[in-house]
């Protein structure tokens, strides 16, 4: 009875201080991709609001660029699994910040949705990486 017992809180512990982990690096990605957020803004705007003249691959450089750093450092830091997690966040921050521009933005002329429809398939690549993303 006594081993059991032991057998359970030890159990009971590990199921414990995983779950407390796994808040932690959920807690960690938020914090990550808050402090990525008004970049990311910075750069949907600018992308959005370049002229239409610009090219969609010219107007998106920037942000491409910041993606492509940070996600590059964020990868060699990172275990895969966490990786991924902080991945699929910026991907749904890049997302959330295309659709507030989308529709803050109803009626525009299509070179506007156009680049915009341009960026996104751009970004799919990026966040998909050839299937390692």
Not at 101 to 114: A, R, V
Request: hydrophobic share 45%.
């Amino acid at each position: 009875v006594g081993g059991q017992q032991s057998h359970r809180t030890l159990i009971n512990m590990m199921d414990s201080a995983n779950d407390d982990m796994a808040n932690k690096i959920a807690d960690i990605v938020i914090v990550v991709g808050k402090k990525m957020q008004p970049d990311i803004k910075k750069f949907v705007f600018h992308l959005a609001w370049a002229p239409d003249s610009a090219r969609t691959d010219d107007a998106i450089c920037p942000l491409m660029e910041y993606l492509d750093n940070n996600l590059k450092t964020l990868n060699m830091s990172l275990l895969r699994a966490n990786f991924d997690k902080i991945l699929d966040e910026i991907w749904n921050l890049v997302l959330r910040e295309l659709k507030v521009t989308l529709d803050g933005n109803l009626g525009k002329e299509s070179p506007f949705y156009s680049r915009l429809h341009e960026a996104l398939d751009i970004l799919e690549d990026l966040f998909h990486a050839d299937g390692e993303g």
